[in-house]
């Protein structure tokens, strides 16, 4: 099937899923998932392509050792911490709207960040970025999985966009490197706003037109306040752990509030609010619960991944910034082929015992990385595993976001897109935090990331474990009626 229609006046309407689609109904299919890519891409992009240009930011701005942390960390803790948010306001205010909305946030703050004349400013609109992506990115979810009906349609969209989130993640060095040295730092940032401009035409163009909204479905304004206070406060604190260590009161002060925020979130979710920004019967099906919570441990691996692996790249086999950037693309082409394949794999599989398959073709990835030292060359050392445990990563995401995304409600979907990106941040921050931790020694030895590698194979190894009580989602692997591609 294609893209369902939605009138103006009627949103919900599904009429459209039920004929097969014209060449213009393929047109708009096709345009409304590569919009919703390339939104998902710049998102994911901006976590990492300031790494390789924080040297020239540093030099440019003035910058002391403590705030340069700011211009990655403001972005990310914001981000984590408004995802929950974000992704209910597409269900609240319309899809189009609320992705429109993200949509300017994100361009305009990236126009005035990148024209910056001092680190307050850059950092400020490095936060306001965040925000712009915590919005933007559950719509982009949330359109692929209102806009495809479930099936081999939605499988083959989000492999596309599984894969595509996946090149954002491991091409920020290698984009961030080429800006940066072929034009300026600032570009890193300049560069999202013709980007940003061409996808709000196109989403104009291509989405549907959001209905009226309904006036007895207002924003749960206490549970947004206490679970992005509660979420921020819990990335935080885990952040700090990094530098101040667990028992340091920092650290514990953020867990603190953290805790203490998120408790009572659930109990006004649960007790008090009519119409919660996280429905509780969301979390009664276990294909939402248990996939979340793989979601989380699946964060944890390979979000921490790039930033132990460009680590080891340069401090350990000795490659240079762009060199580092370039030794990506393997990892990079892996897991796109992997991602494009996975609808394939599905048919012959099942979801659940793909999960677990590839949670495994991971950790026997990490564990070969492991065992990487100075002395081994780029075959040994950095393509071998990489292609194994990349691989792995891109045929795993499709079926776990499929399984958690199934069965949701056309009112809760964008909660639901919300709770899932916000479970795979924090877990990418928990995992993070704790791996630091494994770390031994000096970081320019190979022996300090052995623990490491060898820390992120047991976690695939548990995702594996976890796989195997997930729900085999009922039309996840059946291949739809017209068979087009998305």
């Not at 305009?108 to 004349?117: D, E, H, I, Q």
């Not at 639901?416 to 030895?445: E, F, H, K, P, Y």
Request: one cysteine or more; aromatic letters at 6%; charged letters at 10%.
């Amino acid at each position: 099937m294609g893209f369902r229609d939605t009138d103006a006046g009627s949103e919900g309407t599904e009429a459209g899923a039920a004929r097969p689609p014209g060449q213009s109904a393929r047109r708009a299919s096709s345009a409304v998932l590569w919009l919703a890519c390339a939104a998902q891409f710049m998102v994911v992009l901006d976590v990492s392509v300031v790494n390789v240009a924080l040297p020239s930011i540093r030099s440019a701005l003035g910058f002391d050792a403590v705030g340069l942390q700011w211009v990655v960390g403001g972005y990310a803790l914001v981000f984590a911490g408004f995802l929950l948010l974000g992704g209910r306001l597409a269900d609240l205010y319309g899809r189009r709207r609320v992705f429109l909305w993200g949509l300017a946030l994100f361009s305009a703050s990236s126009l005035v960040g990148g024209l910056a004349t001092t680190p307050g400013i850059l950092v400020a609109m490095r936060a306001v970025q965040g925000l712009g992506a915590a919005v933007l990115a559950p719509a982009t979810l949330t359109i692929l999985t209102t806009g495809f009906p479930e099936g081999e349609s939605r499988t083959r969209a989000l492999a596309v966009w599984t894969a595509v989130s996946s090149a954002g993640g491991a091409a920020g060095n290698l984009i961030g490197g080429v800006l940066t040295d072929a034009l300026s730092w600032r570009w890193i940032l300049l560069i999202n706003v013709p980007i940003g401009a061409f996808a709000a035409l196109t989403a104009l163009r291509f989405l549907p037109a959001d209905g009226a909204r309904s006036a007895r479905r207002r924003l749960d304004v206490t549970g947004a306040v206490l679970v992005t206070v509660g979420v921020t406060a819990v990335v935080h604190g885990v952040t700090q752990a990094r530098t101040h260590g667990w028992s340091g009161a920092t650290t514990l002060a953020a867990l603190g509030l953290g805790t203490v925020a998120l408790s009572a979130f659930a109990v006004v979710e649960t007790r008090y609010a009519t119409a919660p920004l996280l429905p509780p019967a969301l979390l009664r099906q276990r294909a939402v619960r248990t996939g979340n919570l793989v979601m989380l441990l699946a964060g944890a691996c390979f979000i921490p991944m790039w930033y132990f692996l460009s680590l080891s790249m340069q401090e350990v086999l000795g490659y240079g910034a762009l060199a580092t950037g370039v030794g990506f693309l393997p990892h990079t082409v892996a897991g796109i082929a992997a991602a494009r394949l996975a609808p394939a794999a599905m048919r012959r599989t099942g979801a659940r015992a793909l999960i677990a398959l590839s949670a495994l073709l991971s950790a026997a990835g990490f564990a070969w990385q492991s065992r990487t030292g100075a002395d081994s060359g780029y075959l040994t050392g950095l393509l071998g595993p990489g292609l194994v445990m990349s691989t792995g990563m891109g045929l795993l995401i499709t079926p776990l976001t499929a399984t958690v995304t199934s069965g949701i409600p056309r009112q809760d979907a964008g909660a639901a897109s919300g709770l899932m990106n916000a479970t795979r941040q924090i877990g990418g921050a928990l995992g993070l935090a704790g791996l630091v931790t494994l770390a031994a020694g000096d970081t320019g030895t190979a022996d300090s990331f052995r623990p490491v590698f060898l820390g992120l194979a047991v976690l695939c190894a548990t995702v594996a474990a976890l796989a195997t009580t997930l729900p085999a989602p009922p039309t996840a692997t059946r291949t739809s009626a017209s068979g087009d591609a998305p």
